[in-house]
Nanobody, 115 residues
Framework: QVQLVESGGGLVQPGGSLRLSCAAS????????MNWYRQAPRKERELVAE???????TYRTSVKDRFTISRDNAKNTVYLQMNSLKPEDTAVYYC?????????WGQGTQVTVSS
């Protein structure tokens, strides 16, 4: 019953900004760490950012200082604020949670950074 629904993707120019949202349901959102992954065509899915239940954050080096993950437990939503976007950030972005039942993924939202 876990459901994760991403939104906010789109086409932006290099240097632009975008905020992704992930609406969660079917589990006790505030009890779990949440993650953002991304996958470019023909490449492996990679972890972008994590946020613990206590809002401690971790980022992969390539996005550190540009991306910010946050959560709003009252809205059961996790966000990814992306600034100073680069073409290399182009990918499908996925929300993820690991519960006792395993990994759960959203449907993904496309982010394209291009001139």
């Amino acid at each position: 019953q876990v459901q994760l629904v991403e939104s906010g993707g789109g086409l932006v120019q290099p240097g632009g900004s975008l905020r992704l949202s992930c609406a969660a349901s079917g589990f006790t959102f505030s009890s779990y760490a949440m993650n953002w992954y991304r996958q470019a065509p023909r490449k492996e899915r990679e972890l972008v950012a994590e946020i613990t239940r206590g809002s401690i954050t971790t980022y992969r080096t390539s996005v550190k200082d540009r991306f910010t993950i946050s959560r709003d437990n009252a809205k059961n939503t996790v966000y990814l604020q992306m600034n100073s976007l680069k073409p290399e950030d182009t990918a499908v972005y996925y929300c993820n949670v690991k519960t006792n039942q395993g990994n759960h993924w959203g449907q993904g939202t496309q982010v394209t950074v291009s001139s």
